[in-house]
């Protein structure tokens, strides 16, 4: 019911910058909450980002300086700005939007493909 379409990863040298999108789509009234989750290899995934439709954020402790989230309510799309990358920070990373309200009824989680990132030293 709800798709989420990520971009914007790749490879980047260590000190370098990138930007993810997710952009959600299917007939969306309103989102409660749009994050960023990521998985290293042998690793859980874990919570990086995420922002509320109110405007709180939470980030891990691990990005805090580096990394920015942002969302443009009117095209339902959730943005990452990371600086700084680290090559700790190589993962795929995931889009998540929770608590969403469609026309075909409410979605609690949704969850993207994964974009690869990866950070060279």
């Known amino acids: 019911q709800v798709q989420l379409v990520e971009s914007g990863g790749g490879l980047v040298q260590a000190g370098g910058s990138l930007r993810l999108s997710c952009a959600a789509s299917?007939?969306?009234?309103?989102?409660?909450?749009m994050g960023w989750y990521r998985q290293a290899p042998g690793k859980q995934r874990e919570l990086v980002a995420a922002l509320t439709s109110g405007g709180s954020t939470n980030y891990a402790d691990s990005v805090k300086g580096r990394f920015t989230i942002f969302r443009d309510n009117a095209k339902n799309t959730v943005y990452l700005q990371m600086n700084s990358l680290k090559p700790e920070d190589t993962a795929v990373y995931y889009c998540?939007?929770?608590?969403?309200?469609?026309?075909?009824?409410?979605?609690?989680?949704?969850w993207g493909q994964g974009t690869q990132v990866t950070v060279s030293s």
């Open positions: 998540n939007a929770d608590g969403v309200a469609t026309a075909r009824g409410y979605v609690v989680r949704s």
């Open positions: 299917g007939s969306i009234f309103s989102i409660n909450a």
